[in-house]
Structure formats: C-alpha cells, structure tokens
Nanobody, 114 residues
Framework: QVQLVESGGGLVQPGGSLRLSCAAS????????MGWYRQAPGKERELVAR???????DYVDSVKGRFTISRDNAENTVYLQMNSLKPEDTAVYYC????????WGQGTQVTVSS
C-alpha cells in the first residue's frame, strides 16, 4: 500500500519560512512524479509545485522565486521549502504522488499571519 505523510506545517509570520516534508512508503519517489497542492477555504485545490522522475520541476506563478521543491531519494522524501511567506499562502498543503495511480497525503495546515 502507498502512504504519504506530510509534516512541517504551522503558524508563521509574514516573511518567514517553513519547510514541508512528505515521507513516502510503498512507492519510490525516484520513479514517481511528485507534487505539492494547496487548498484555501472557499477556493479550489491548486497545484503549487511538482518535480518529475527525471528531476525537472515547475511552479505556479504566485510562488516562483519563493518556493523550492526537492527530493531525497535515499530518504524517500519530497520537500517544499517556502520562503518569504505571505498571508495568501495560508492553506492546507497536500502531497501527491503519481506512479501507476494517484495518491494523496492527509495534508498539513500552513497559516501565515502576524
């Protein structure tokens, strides 16, 4: 079975940083496409960042230059480094993996507020 467990969310002031982790089991992230999504109240879930099995990454325009997606194949973990956080980044962040099917974690809350 595939399991994705997010961690690292919390409350941070505007301009601060957080690092989200997604620990995977039952699937090798090195052979999967991995993504971070987020959903704010009243809004649809949106793709924030993704990294493909070949290493290429892309981002939604609103986070370019501030967020970085990366992976550690030995730890089977994908990360989202979030810098210069803004209140509009507040959302539940979800990890997603695509290999044969599509799999989701339970999400971790990120709140950016002074």
């Amino acid at each position: 079975q595939v399991q994705l467990v997010e961690s690292g969310g919390g409350l941070v002031q505007p301009g601060g940083s957080l690092r989200l982790s997604c620990a995977a089991s039952g699937i090798a992230i090195s052979r999967s496409h991995m993504g971070w999504y987020r959903q704010a109240p009243g809004k649809e879930r949106e793709l924030v960042a993704r990294i493909f099995s070949g290493g290429r990454a892309d981002y939604v325009d609103s986070v370019k230059g501030r967020f970085t997606i990366s992976r550690d194949n030995a730890e089977n973990t994908v990360y989202l480094q979030m810098n210069s956080l803004k209140p509009e980044d507040t959302a539940v962040y979800y990890c997603n993996a695509v290999f044969s099917g599509s799999y989701w974690g339970q999400g971790t809350q990120v709140t950016v507020s002074s």
